[in-house]
Structures are given as C-alpha cells and as structure tokens.
C-alpha cells in the first residue's frame, strides 16, 4: 500500500459508539460520585481511530460529550439529574 492509501484506511476505522458512551458514563461517574443508574447517549459524527478526541462533561446538566480536534461534536449522553425528572 502508499502511503496514501495507508491514510485512507486508517481514517476508515470507526472509534465503536459503545466505547465512547463508556468514555462519557466513566466521566459522569466520576464527576458524580459515582456510576448513575441511567446514561443515555447517541452519535452524531463519526469519530476515527488514531484521530485526538476530548471528553467533557456539565455538572450541571450532566451532560457529556465526546469532542473531535475539528471542534465536531461525535456523540453526546446524559445522565439523569436528581429531583427534575430530566433525562
């Protein structure tokens, strides 16, 4: 293979949904003292392996999202909020 065709390969393998909703409820669970008995998530750009990616997470929303190096958000979950109801 080239080199080019090398980067296109890579740049095809797909970083698993699951594994960043894991990334998300590992974060939440710390910031929350603990795992909550709910996290839902979805995906909403792909995230490829080898690319550099952050976490980040709202206290106060308890919202969590996996962020690209392009600035792309490529998934985001939640966490239940005590006494609101929201989800």
């Known amino acids: 293979?080239?080199?080019?065709?090398?980067d296109v390969y890579k740049r095809q393998l797909l970083v698993h949904g699951p594994l960043q909703a894991?990334?998300?409820?590992?974060?939440?669970?710390?910031?929350?003292?603990?795992?909550?008995?709910q996290f839902?998530?979805?995906c909403l750009a792909?995230?490829?392996?080898?690319e550099r990616f952050g976490v980040s997470f709202d206290e106060e929303s308890a919202r969590a999202r996996i962020i690209r190096s392009d600035g792309f958000t490529a998934a985001e979950g939640q966490a239940p909020v005590r006494?609101?109801?929201r989800a």
């Open 22 to 37: 894991v990334f998300m409820l590992n974060l939440a669970a710390k910031h929350l003292g603990g795992t909550p008995r």
């Open 83 to 85: 006494g609101t109801g």
């Open 40 to 42: 839902v998530y979805r």
């Open 1 to 6: 293979y080239s080199s080019a065709a090398s």
């Open 46 to 50: 792909p995230l490829y392996a080898g």
